[in-house]
């Protein structure tokens, strides 16, 4: 029998393609791609003896609805409840899945060459009129559970939480190529 995290990656039997996406905020074939990235890396060779790939994927679950959770939905009782994990594993699971993306970032996170920027640059200004334009840049803020014991007062937002602030720049095809 799969466990209810499994149940979740099937098209559409127990999580709806909206409900997953709200809930994980990619869609499945996204969540997919992510684990084959990183599914071979050795903190989960480690970790799991007798799982084998499986590991990953759920760690890759795990991270994505801790970091599209906010307030009391981040509580990792309440996650690892979802995912079928003790809270104590949440933790655990976020920081190795962040282990192991991070040694990507270099691979998928990169400033287009100058080949790609023109290519970039026309399909935009086909796409929207925008001229010499190769990005799409916004600012987000990262919300905290608690406030930083160092300088918590830089971290403090206009909506009296605390935040750090984050400036992302995509391309045409939403790849992030600045961070």
């Not at 997953?20 to 969540?31: P, Q, T, Y």
């Not at 935009?124 to 919300?143: M, W, Y």
């Amino acid at each position: 029998m799969n466990s209810s995290w499994e149940r979740m990656l099937e098209d559409g039997m127990y999580m709806s393609d909206d409900e997953f996406l709200s809930n994980f905020r990619m869609d499945r074939a996204c969540v997919m791609q992510l684990n084959s990235l990183i599914e071979d890396d050795e903190v989960f060779r480690r970790f799991s003896r007798n799982v084998g790939k499986q590991a990953s994927i759920l760690h890759v679950m795990v991270l994505l609805k801790f970091l599209g959770s906010y307030g009391i939905a981040a509580a990792m009782q309440k996650i690892g409840h979802m995912m079928g994990i003790s809270k104590g594993l949440v933790n655990d699971y976020v920081m190795r899945t962040f282990d192991a993306i991070l040694k990507h970032r270099e691979q998928v996170i990169k400033w287009p060459s100058i080949e790609e920027r023109r290519n970039i640059s026309g399909r935009i200004r086909k796409e929207h009129g925008f001229v010499n334009c190769i990005g799409l840049i916004d600012g987000t803020l990262f919300p905290l559970a608690f406030a930083p014991t160092l300088n918590s007062e830089d971290y403090y937002t206009r909506k009296g939480d605390y935040a750090v602030k984050g400036l992302v720049i995509c391309d045409d095809a939403a790849r992030i190529t600045w961070i």
